[in-house]
């Protein structure tokens, strides 16, 4: 009974989230114009989809519209601040993935997933939707929101297109979406 309760009041706090995100979507594109990330740019969805999320999880209890407002501020920097940090790590990722050996890399990979599975595991919410993907769309979740690989990196590591990938994502947002309705039912 307990557990079922943290669910619920986890389900609802994400998506309390949601909703305050849906109605201040302008803090995550400010963010992504203070990154000076064009809109036509390969990766702009990507980061839209991350600023979304750190919203969500960021998101701060607030009822009167001049908390709303500081709200929006402190997490617009907080976007910004998390999606620069990402977009170092990933550099230097990058920088150093073309130094490693190949066996080195394969376990290193077979690692990450094992810890991203781990991780997912935990959390009972994903644990829920993870239970009713295919074996790509929980390679492409571990991929995207463990790793952190863009749509581009993800494709070449499954041997797929980007917009697969962005397809596979949408599924994966669309099969959550239905399983928070059914919880609240």
Known sequence: M???LDVETMQ???QAGFDL???NKAVVYGALARMAVPRFASNYDDLFHDGMLIFVKYRDPTN????????NRLA???????????AKDQSRRRQTAFTVDTDTLTI??????????DRLQTNNLLTLVYADLTST???????RYFDQFNNTEIASRLAISHQRVGRIRNQI???????LIEQRN
């Open 21 to 23: 995100f849906l109605a």
């Open 76 to 86: 617009g920097y907080f976007v910004y601040k998390t999606l620069i940090s990402r």
């Open 173 to 179: 947002l669309t099969k959550y979406q239905r399983l």
């Open 2 to 4: 307990g557990r079922n």
């Open 12 to 14: 609802n706090r994400y």
């Open 137 to 143: 769309e929980r390679q492409v979740l571990l991929l």
């Open 64 to 71: 009167t519209p001049e908390a709303i407002k500081k709200f």
């Open 108 to 117: 290193m990979a077979e690692d990450t997933a094992y810890l991203a599975s």
